[in-house]
């Protein structure tokens, strides 16, 4: 399985704003792709002293799948427009991880 990690920041007034954004329009887009071997996506956020950062995770079965997603220079990233908007600065690239092990809290692999 492959990890494809994205960090986007924002100020506190459009933290919910953005985060709206990627509940109705970015995650529905992609999933609308319904690309072989996208598994889903995991939204994480930090609030900061000044700032709020937050992180995607999705999930692929292979970095095939990845490219299918993304296309041959699979490591841009995907910022539509509305989103933009509101973010004060984003990576310009995703980081790729293979998961090599995943575990829960009984010890037992996932």
Do not use: C
Request: hydrophobic share 40%; net charge negative; charged share 25%.
């Amino acid at each position: 399985m492959i990890k494809r990690i994205w960090h986007g920041w924002t100020t506190h007034e459009n933290a919910d704003r953005y985060f709206g954004i990627l509940t109705d329009t970015v995650i529905p887009g992609i999933e609308a792709k319904t690309i072989p071997g996208y598994l889903g996506i995991e939204v994480l956020r930090r609030d900061l002293t000044d700032e709020v950062e937050f992180k995607t995770i999705m999930s692929f079965r292979s970095i095939d799948d990845v490219i299918a997603f993304q296309g041959p220079n699979y490591a841009r990233s995907h910022v539509p427009g509305a989103a933009q908007e509101v973010l004060k600065r984003w990576d310009q690239t995703a980081e790729h991880y293979e998961l090599l092990l995943s575990r829960n809290a009984a010890g037992a692999m996932t």
